[in-house]
């Protein structure tokens, strides 16, 4: 079993920067890739970006590619999100999801509560 907790949303303004992060707890939980995830109210869950169990590869939604960066640290069971150059529409719950890696939310068997990322025009 393993559990995550995301943490670090908040609320920004458009062209301020934040990093959220993902613990992970259970002894596998750094053999898994992780993938973050947002959902803004009233639109699906979308893929934003993805990390291989070793940090070796990673992936990004085209709307995020530039800006936002995956990076994890095994030794802290930890994977961050940072997020540069944020707009409005950057405005979502942001859930992380460990499992494989793939932008499809079908192949992560496990997901944390999610953070709140606000960012004001």
């Known amino acids: 079993q393993v559990q995550l907790v995301e943490s670090g949303g908040g609320l920004v303004q458009a062209g301020d920067s934040l990093r959220v992060s993902c613990a992970g707890s259970?002894?596998?939980?750094?053999?898994?890739?992780i993938g973050w995830f947002r959902q803004a109210p009233g639109n699906e869950r979308e893929f934003v970006a993805a990390?291989?169990?070793?940090?070796?590869?990673?992936y990004y939604a085209d709307s995020v590619r530039g800006r936002f960066t995956i990076s994890r640290d095994n030794a802290k069971n930890t994977v961050y999100l940072q997020m540069n150059s944020l707009k409005p529409e950057d405005t979502a719950v942001y859930y992380c999801?460990?499992?494989?890696?793939?932008?499809?939310?079908?192949?992560?068997?496990?997901w944390g509560q999610g953070t709140q990322v606000t960012v004001s025009s």
């Open positions: 990390i291989s169990w070793n940090g070796g590869r990673t």
């Open positions: 259970g002894r596998t939980a750094s053999s898994y890739a």
């Open positions: 999801a460990a499992g494989g890696y793939s932008d499809s939310k079908r192949t992560y068997k496990y």
